[in-house]
C-alpha cells in the first residue's frame, strides 16, 4: 500500500515553508555574493564546520517546535 500526506495536512504545510525558507535564503546567499565579491573578508568565519554546526541547530529547533 503506498502512503501519502494528504495535502492539507500539517505536516505537508511545515515541509512547504521549509522549503520556501531553504530558497529565499539560498536567494539572500547569491545576492550577497553577487553584491559584495571583493567585500567579503568579513565573511571569513563562515567554514563548512560552522556551517555544518548551524545547519545541526537549526534542524533540532524546527524539529522540536
Given at each position: 500500500?503506498?502512503?501519502?500526506l494528504?495535502r492539507?495536512?500539517?505536516?505537508?504545510?511545515?515541509?512547504?515553508?521549509?522549503?520556501?525558507?531553504?530558497?529565499?535564503?539560498?536567494?539572500?546567499?547569491?545576492?550577497?555574493?553577487?553584491?559584495?565579491?571583493?567585500?567579503?573578508?568579513?565573511?571569513?568565519?563562515?567554514?563548512?564546520?560552522?556551517?555544518a554546526?548551524?545547519?545541526?541547530?537549526?534542524?533540532?529547533?524546527?524539529?522540536?517546535?
Amino acid at each position: 500500500t503506498i502512503y501519502r500526506l494528504d495535502r492539507s495536512s500539517a505536516a505537508s504545510d511545515v515541509y512547504k515553508r521549509q522549503i520556501r525558507m531553504f530558497v529565499l535564503a539560498m536567494l539572500v546567499l547569491v545576492i550577497v555574493g553577487l553584491l559584495a565579491r571583493e567585500q567579503m573578508s568579513y565573511l571569513s568565519f563562515i567554514t563548512t564546520w560552522n556551517v555544518a554546526i548551524a545547519i545541526m541547530i537549526f534542524g533540532e529547533i524546527s524539529v522540536y517546535q
